[in-house]
């Protein structure tokens, strides 16, 4: 399974980006899918995950308040609101090995290859 990830881009801050995330040879609309982010010399993070039925979703504190996962038809979203500049990284999509919504990287089987947000000051 190949996951995308796009929708990345240069904003300035206190802008918005809409990251998208699509499967290439399968659906994932029975697995909870998962946003994460790497900046530069810093290890990956946890953003937000959606489960399999959207009735569960999670935030990172960071992102928490400005930041909305969704998903319809195949896709999942991340909506990125008031974005600030520690917001800058690559941010990858990943599919779960189940249902349910978590936070943990590791419960995560398939991984897109990264979209680039840069949030200028």
């Known amino acids: 399974v190949q996951l995308q990830a796009s929708g990345g881009g240069l904003v300035q801050a206190g802008g918005s980006l809409r990251l998208s995330c699509a499967a290439s040879?399968?659906?994932?609309?029975?697995?909870?899918v998962g946003w994460f982010r790497q900046a530069p010399e810093k290890e990956r993070e946890f953003v937000a995950t959606?489960?399999?039925?959207?009735?569960r979703t999670y935030y990172s504190d960071s992102v928490k308040d400005r930041f909305t996962i969704s998903r319809d038809s195949g896709k999942v979203y991340l909506q990125m609101d008031s974005l600030k500049p520690e917001d800058t990284a690559v941010y990858y999509c990943a599919a779960a090995r189940g249902p349910l919504a978590t936070s943990t990287s590791g419960m995560y089987r398939y991984w897109g290859q990264g979209t680039l947000v840069t949030v200028s000051s």
């Open positions: 040879k399968r659906t994932f609309s029975n697995n909870a």
């Open positions: 959606i489960s399999w039925n959207s009735d």
